[in-house]
């Protein structure tokens, strides 16, 4: 079955640098997405990684790994407006779009 | 531009009633997508359709869903009849191209429905 595993929740203290990890299992492969959502808001795209290696952007970076099937999603200096569920999302060789459950990320004072 | 338009923002219904949730994708986005989300499920894509025309549609739980996009600005997806368990959010989102090479895929999601079902 195709199906993708992140952890349900996260807490982390403002500043400090937290990882998000996702793996997948999919029929093929088309690219990963990573989408940030508030609490009763609609999800906004943060990256999207196809090959292998590191995206940065600002405070965000994602990593690929796809003979592992694995991706994660780095935060830094992070604030409290950082405390969102960030949804780990796939296309797989069928260009089926599978999000994760998400993992709802605390940032504390 | 004003983003993706969704109309109702809430809908509450009795079970049995129909039910017709609306979207306005961003103009020149060739791509439309019907999502639900729910606690126990997370995000589900429902439906996508390219130029107007559906693609995918095997993610539609049952035939009391039916999604139509019967031109570039506008489409609706409806429930008929409703049940408790559609109670969800359902997101429409677009986006300008399906898959790379082409683009960067971002989807832009609407505000949301949020659909109760009694």
């Known amino acids: 079955g195709q199906n993708i595993d992140q952890p349900t929740e996260m807490t982390a203290t403002e500043g400090a640098i937290v990882q998000i990890n996702c793996t997948y299992q999919?029929?093929?492969?088309?690219?990963l997405f990573w989408y940030q959502q508030h609490a009763g808001e609609a999800p906004t795209f943060l990256s999207y990684n196809v090959l292998d290696g590191l995206e940065e952007k600002g405070r965000f970076s994602s990593f690929l790994s796809r003979s592992k099937g694995y991706s994660y999603l780095l935060l830094k200096e992070l604030q409290m407006k950082d405390s969102a569920s960030y949804l780990c999302?796939?296309?797989?060789?069928?260009?089926?779009?599978?999000f994760g459950t998400g993992t709802r990320l605390k940032v504390l004072a | 531009d004003a983003g993706v338009i969704q109309s109702p923002r809430h809908e509450v219904t009795e079970m049995g009633q129909e039910v017709t949730l609306r979207c306005k994708p961003i103009s020149g986005h060739d791509y439309l997508f019907w999502y639900r989300q729910t606690m126990m499920r997370g995000l589900e894509l429902l439906i996508y359709f390219n130029n107007n025309v559906p693609i995918d549609d095997s993610g539609m739980p049952e035939d009391r869903f039916s999604a139509k996009m019967p031109n570039a600005s506008f489409s609706t997806l409806k429930i008929q009849p409703s049940e408790p368990r559609d109670s969800a959010v359902y997101f429409c989102?677009?986006?300008?191209?399906?898959?790379?090479?082409?683009?960067?895929?971002?989807?832009?999601f609407g505000p949301g429905t949020r659909l109760t079902v009694l």
């Open positions: 989102a677009s986006s300008e191209t399906e898959v790379p090479p082409k683009g960067n895929n971002e989807q832009f």
């Open positions: 999919t029929s093929g492969f088309n690219g």
């Open positions: 999302a796939v296309i797989s060789g069928t260009y089926k779009y599978i």
